[in-house]
Each structure stands twice: as C-alpha cells, then as structure tokens.
C-alpha cells in the first residue's frame, strides 16, 4: 500500500530524515519508535503532505501512484489520514459539522455528490457507538476545551468517518491516562481490516500493549536502524534507546 | 456652497418647522455654535488620523426629506428579527414610519423622541437627561444636537424587563440621491431595570447617505442593557455612530457592534462610570472587502473604582479595506481596583488590506488591572495543514479557520435569532459554505 524509498527531508535548511525506506501492505500495522528528535513526527508529516517539511530525495508511492508532489487535501482525498499529537482547536464548528465538511470535501474531489443527511447521521451513530462516544460530545466545538483523552477520541472518530486507507497515528498515546488509551486504541482495533493499513508513530511501548503491531521499526538520527516483531518493542521498553545506539555505533 | 455653510445656514429653516421645547432649542442653538467653530474633523486631528471624511463632504446632500416615502413591510421584512416579537420604531429617510412601528406607552416607553420633546409631561425627562452624556466639544454630535428632532425614545421605568426586544430601524429609499440623516436617540434604563435593544442603518438601494447619529445611553443602579448595532449597509452608505453610555452603581451595558458593509463608517463608544462595581462591555466584529472603512474609537472613562471593562474587537479585513481601532481606557486617581482589559485581534486577507490600530492606556491611579493587546496577523500554516490533512481544500480550510477566528464575538450575543442571524451572514460574507445549518 505505502511504499517509502530513501526518503530525505529538511525543514529550514536542517536535514531531518536521511534516507528512510518503509514498504507497508494492506491489513499490516507498522509501529515506528524512536527517541525524541530521531525524527518521527517529521516522517508522519511528510507522509501527510505537511509543506513545512521540504522533501529533497526520494520517493513516495500510495498504492503504486507517486504522491510526492500531491497536496495535503489531495493525499486524504487518496485515502491518508493523520491523528495529529496537538490537534487544532476550531471554535463555532461542531464535531459533526466539521466531519460532514470533511467528508463532502473528499467526495467532491471524486466527483460525487454530498452525502445524504440521513445517510450521514446514520454513520455518524454507528461509528459513535464503535468508539463509545456520547453524541452530546459531536455538537461541542471541534477540539475547544477538549481534555487531552478527548482530543485523541476524537482524531480516531474522524478517522472512523473517513475511513482512510492508510492511518498515521502520531504520539496518540502521549498525554493519555491508562483508560483512555484503552478507549482509543480499543477504537483503532476495531476500524483494522485487511484493506487499510495503520503506522504508529510513537515513543514509548505502552500503546503496543494494546494495538499489536505486526512490524517495529526503529528511526534513529532520520533514518529506520532496525526492524523486527513485536518483539523488539519489547526488548527497547526494557534496554531503552541507547541500546539500539550502542548497537549501531 | 460647502457642506458646513450649507448646515449653518439651513438651520433657521429647521427651526421654523421644529418643536418649541425650550431646553432642546438652547442645547441646538449652542451645539450648532460648537460646530461652527469646529466644522467637520480633519486627518490632521488625532481621533481623525486615519479617517477622512473628506470626500464624504464634498457632496451636497438633501438634509429634509420629503415625507411620503412609503415602503411595503414584506420588502423589508428580512432585515427585522425572526421568529420573535419586537417593539419596533421605523424610520423611512429619517421620517417616522408609524405603519412600520410597533411603539408603547403600556408601562415603558417605546415611542418618538419629537414625541417626547412635544408633550410636557416629558419636559422633566428631557431636561434632565437630553444632551447630558454627549461630550461637549466634538464637533459631529454637535452638529447632530444642532439638528436633533427625530429618533427614538426609550424609557424604562424602575424594576422592569422589557419582555420584547427592541429594534430602532432606519431606512433610506434613494428617492433623494444624496441624503445627510441625523437621527438622535435617547434611551433610559431606571433603576433594576432590563432591555435587548437592537439598532440597524439600513438602505434599500445603492446611494449616497450619511447618517451621523447620536445614541444617548443612562443606566440606572442595577440596570441591564445589552445593545447590538447592525452595520451591514450597501456599498455607498456612509455612517457616523456617536454613542454615549453613563452609567451608575452595578450596572452592565453591553454594546455589540457588527459592522459588515457600508462605505465609511465610524463608531465613536464613549462609556462615563458614575458609580462603583459597573460593568461595561464592548465588543466588535468586523468583515470587510473592496474599499469599506472602518474606525472603530473607543473611550472607556473609569472615574469611580471597582469597575470592569471589557473590549474584545476582532476584524477581518480583505482586498483594500481598512481598519482602524483606537481604543482609549481612562483611569481616573479615585478608580482604584479598576479591571480595565482590552484586545484587538485583526486578520489581514489580502496584501493591500490595512489595519491601525492604537490602544491608550491613560491610568492614574495605582492599584488597577489593566491590559490590552492587539494582533494582526494571517492564518497559520500548521492550523490550515489539519484541516487540509482532512480533505478540506486550502480555500475552504481558510475560510473555516476565519469563521472560527469571528465565531466567539457572536457567543455573548443574548437573542437566539439574532445570533443565527448574523452567523449566517459571517458566513455568507466569508463565503463559508459549511453545508450545514449553523
């Protein structure tokens, strides 16, 4: 589904990754860890289409198609989706409204009609109850006072709602308490299937307790150092980061 | 002849056709002298900087209307408040509408200030309150005291909530082409007392009218009054908005000001605190394009201490409109434990968009909050990559993000059906087509 070849990217001038290569199949979850600064949150937003980022080597293929040069709401359009570490606040626009602007944005793009009131609020119940969200919560404003839990809940609802190909899970279990992070990942197990594929980008191993990666790779000074199972999360939560460096060194 | 002489001299006529109240008549004969002497404010002024009325004046303007104008309720209909009931005193070219109207006397008063001027049971009211608030030495309430004869009339007496809204409307018909309107409002809140006041200048076709109006507020112990100010005018309608607040001891007023359209406009809030634990606040939302100006001058005067202010303006200025803020916050010595906090957050579409803005802190006494703060900015990269990164197209996530930046002027917005209101129009003007109902 993603394929990522020697990838380099700099933001201002500062080089941050140098050289990844990443190949994610359908129905797969990838869990990338790492270290602060070994450049995670830069590889997901350049994935995203995140034009801070400046992408000077490499290519990136969603499903054979080259999406490098795509904008941002191209890329969701061809079925990425990002849960951001600091979602934006958008005060006077409702949960629901927002979503229903987002999805109508990509069925625009394919060149369908909007989606049916009826229709929408059907799915939009439906994938409510899957993620045990109350319904009073998608009239509040988009992310406006939402506690940390509530913020995450909400990226993997909209990430139910549009129902990406490939989801990027950024640092969604930074700032979670022990329940939330069973809600939210509990969510995320229940949108896998076999034609969707999932990155978890992420430093600490707990959240692989509770969504069982298929692959670990760990990104050191902008580049993946190594690959393995489960396993090897396992073995970093243990040893820590200065292990795979001692390692590489 | 020039605009100046031409109100100089045409107000003997005024005279001859105008009531005889002998308190008004002096307050207009030493008001037309002040502005005499001052005429119209110009750029080298320092209120007047960034504002020239200058072409504004260089029009003649028909100053008394003909008084047949009539216009059919269903034409204007849509500029009224939905759904709920209201007093209303229309204004058709600066005439009394009473077809329009819906007026009282069943407890308040809701009627016409020639009205009041006219009958001598009002002379007690008048002469204690008409002209008191207005700051003797600007030139433009002068000119309209001078002229003042027609506008509404608003009396609240002590211990009452007026169960309506009420809604001060003024059209213009075009039948004159150009048209110099001085409406002058004088509206009274007595003691405990509560009213949803609503005020709109509206023209019904494109064409040149300036409207230089005097609002005078009085808010009695305990008074609540909340007032929003309409100005969504068309292209060539210019206003001049003078209004003038006293207040007195653990009174709110609230003044809202939604200025969307309109070719110049000017708003000069002037708030007295003459008692202790007043509050007053002041907020704007303006949405600019083409070449629409706006001044906004405020003047939040805290004579007397344990008061609050709040102003919280916010402008979104596109193509080559421009903006201008210059709020003013006096601490007098005896204000102690004054909170005074203004904020003027500005967003600039378009290059050739400009926005001044000038707080003035003038404080003298020594145990006060106060701040103030004033961003002009564009909308951030990261904020509008969420959005894109959901699908929403970098246009649309703009548009969203500036409905967003306008949206928390509208939440203190009391009246239900005026706040769904202007929300539509925030988003008709932003051109946000949310495909939802907001």
Not at chain 1, 23 to 49: C, F, Q, R, Y
Not at chain 1, 153 to 162: G, K, P, S, T, Y
Not at chain 2, 375 to 404: C, D, V
Request: charged content about 25%.
């Amino acid at each position: 589904m993603l394929t990522i070849e020697n990838l380099h990217a700099t933001v201002d001038g500062k080089s941050i990754l140098n050289g990844v290569d990443l190949d994610v199949k359908s129905g797969e979850v990838h869990a990338i860890m790492g270290p602060n600064g070994s450049g995670k949150s830069t590889l997901s937003s350049v994935i995203a289409g995140n034009e801070i980022y400046e992408m000077t080597e490499g290519n990136i293929l969603l499903n054979g198609e080259e999406i490098k040069d795509m904008d941002a709401e191209e890329r969701a359009h061809k079925g990425i989706f990002m849960s951001f570490q600091y979602p934006v606040e958008i005060p006077g626009v409702s949960v629901t409204n927002f979503i229903k602007t987002a999805i109508n944005s990509s069925r625009k793009a394919q060149g369908l009609s909007d989606m049916l009131a009826s229709e929408m609020l059907k799915k939009i119940r439906e994938k409510a109850e899957l993620l045990e969200i109350d319904t009073k919560f998608l009239s509040r404003s988009l992310n406006e006072g939402f506690s940390g839990g509530e913020k995450k809940r909400n990226e993997i609802f909209q990430m139910a709602m549009l129902e990406p190909k490939l989801s990027i899970l950024d640092e969604t279990d930074s700032g979670l308490d022990i329940d939330a992070l069973k809600i939210v990942a509990n969510g995320v197990n229940k949108l896998r299937n076999n034609n969707n594929a999932v990155i978890i980008i992420t430093h600490y191993q707990r959240l692989l307790n509770y969504i069982s990666p298929d692959f670990v790779h760990v990104l050191h000074d902008g580049k993946i150092v190594k690959s393995g199972t489960k396993d090897l999360a396992h073995e970093l939560e243990a040893k820590g980061y200065d292990w795979i460096k001692d390692d590489i060194d | 002849m020039e605009l100046k002489e031409k109100l100089l001299n045409s107000h003997l006529a005024f005279e001859e056709q105008s009531d005889v109240n002998e308190v008004v008549q002096t307050q207009r004969i030493n008001s037309l002298k002040v502005f005499q002497e001052k005429g119209f404010p110009t750029k080298k002024i320092e209120a007047w900087k960034y504002t020239s009325l200058s072409s504004l004046i260089k029009k003649d303007y028909v100053l008394f209307p003909k008084n047949d104008t009539q216009v059919e309720f269903k034409k204007i209909k849509k500029y009224f408040l939905p759904d709920i009931e209201t007093f209303k005193i229309v204004f058709i070219n600066g005439i009394y509408s009473p077809f329009l109207s819906d007026t009282t006397h069943d407890g308040l008063d809701v009627c016409l200030l020639s009205a009041a001027f006219n009958q001598s049971k009002y002379n007690e009211i008048i002469k204690k309150y008409f002209n008191k608030s207005v700051i003797k030495d600007e030139s433009l309430a002068s000119l309209n005291t001078a002229y003042a004869r027609e506008g509404a009339y608003i009396f609240i007496p002590k211990n009452m909530v007026s169960e309506k809204p009420i809604e001060i409307m003024h059209f213009s018909t075009g039948e004159q082409k150009t048209l110099w309107l001085q409406p002058r409002n004088l509206i009274i809140v007595e003691k405990n007392s509560q009213v949803q006041i609503i005020e709109r200048h509206q023209s019904l076709v494109d064409h040149d009218v300036v409207t230089n109006s005097v609002t005078e507020i009085y808010a009695h112990n305990d008074a609540l009054v909340d007032y929003y100010k309409i100005q969504n005018d068309l292209d060539s309608a210019s206003l001049i908005d003078n209004t003038y607040i006293d207040q007195e001891k653990n009174s709110h007023v609230s003044v809202h000001t939604f200025s969307f359209g309109g070719n110049l406009v000017r708003n000069n809030l002037n708030y007295l605190h003459k008692g202790e634990h007043i509050m007053s606040t002041l907020k704007g939302l303006t949405i600019l394009k083409d070449k629409q100006h706006i001044d906004h001058n405020t003047l939040v005067n805290h004579s007397k201490p344990n008061c609050e202010s709040h102003q919280d303006y916010k402008g979104i200025f596109s193509d080559q409109s421009k903006g201008v803020f210059n709020g003013k916050i006096f601490v007098h010595k005896t204000a102690q434990k004054t909170n005074a906090f203004q904020q003027s957050n500005n967003i600039l579409i378009d290059d050739k968009a400009t926005i001044n803005s000038k707080p003035q802190l003038e404080i003298f006494a020594d145990d006060v909050k106060c701040s103030h703060g004033c961003t002009i900015g564009q909308l951030n990269e990261e904020t509008l990559f969420y959005l894109r990164s959901r699908g929403i197209p970098r246009k649309e996530a703009k548009a969203l993000l500036t409905y967003a930046f306008a949206n928390n002027i509208l939440q203190s917005v009391q009246i239900n059906v005026l706040k769904k209101r202007i929300n539509e129009q925030i988003a008709e003007k932003l051109g946000v087509d949310l495909g939802f109902d907001l």
